[in-house]
Each structure stands twice: as structure tokens, then as C-alpha cells.
């Protein structure tokens, strides 16, 4: 009895950290959680926002960025890297990116 109490307790205590934990971030967004998520983009895409035929996607809006992604997602535009990419991407997934990739400046002007 006290041990099943203990485990959901410290249940509630996870849930209300990674629900602080999200919220901290812009837009439901979890900054650290987009730049783990951002390994898989910086292979095509310039952190330092420089465009090598690949546009950059550091300093956007979070919004603006969260509905580009999602219509990759949507397939609603054309890009089949990005299709495939938006297609693993849950919501929190793209609103964490779209509030890391907002944290870095561009270098290149
Ligand atoms: C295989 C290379 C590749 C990878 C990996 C990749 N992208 Fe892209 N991305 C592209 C290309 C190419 C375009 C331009 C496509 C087009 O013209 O619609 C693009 C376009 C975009 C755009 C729209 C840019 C604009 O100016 O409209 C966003 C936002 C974006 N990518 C975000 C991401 C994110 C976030 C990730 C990681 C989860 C990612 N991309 C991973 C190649 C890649």
C-alpha cells in the first residue's frame, strides 16, 4: 500500500517537472529538448544561417517555424527530405525545435 503510494507520488512529481520543464520554454516549446531534437537538421541546415542551397532556419518566430513544419507535416508542401523529417515530428517535437532554432542568432549577413 505505502509503496504504491510512493510510486504514483513521484509519478505526480515527474509529471508536474516536465510539465514546468515544457512550459518554460516559448510557445509550449522545450529549448534543451529542440536542441537534442536540432542533431538531425544541422547536417543540411546552417546553424550559422548561412544558405548553401539549403535555407536557414535559425531566428525565426515560433510560430512561423511551427507552420512550415507542419506543412511538410501535411504534405501540403513539397520537399520529400522534409516530408519524411515533419512526418517523425509530434507537436512538441516541432514547437521544441521551433523554439530552439529561435534562441540562435544568425551569423551571416
Ligand atoms: C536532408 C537535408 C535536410 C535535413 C536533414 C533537414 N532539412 Fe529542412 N530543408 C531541407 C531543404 C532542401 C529545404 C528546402 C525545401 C523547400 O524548398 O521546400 C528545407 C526546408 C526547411 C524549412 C523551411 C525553410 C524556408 O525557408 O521555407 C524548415 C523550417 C526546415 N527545413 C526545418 C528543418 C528541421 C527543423 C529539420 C530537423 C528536424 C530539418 N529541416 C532537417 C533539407 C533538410
Known amino acids: ?3 504504491t503510494r510512493c510510486i504514483s507520488l513521484a509519478g505526480v512529481a515527474i509529471y508536474l517537472f516536465l510539465g514546468t520543464h515544457a512550459w518554460a520554454g516559448d ?5 534543451a529538448f529542440g536542441e537534442y531534437l536540432s542533431s538531425q537538421c544541422v547536417t543540411c541546415h546552417q546553424l550559422s544561417g548561412a544558405s548553401n542551397g539549403i535555407p536557414p532556419i535559425v531566428g525565426w ?3 512561423s517555424f511551427y507552420q512550415v513544419m507542419d506543412t511538410y507535416r501535411q504534405k501540403a508542401r513539397e520537399n520529400k527530405a522534409m516530408q519524411t523529417i515533419a512526418a517523425g ?3 512538441h ?3 521544441s525545435l521551433a523554439a530552439y532554432f529561435a534562441t540562435i542568432e544568425t551569423t551571416e549577413n
Open 1 to 3: 500500500m505505502i509503496e
Open 27 to 31: 510557445n509550449e516549446g522545450d529549448v
Open 61 to 63: 518566430d515560433t510560430t
Open 89 to 91: 515530428l509530434s507537436d
Open 93 to 95: 517535437d516541432i514547437k
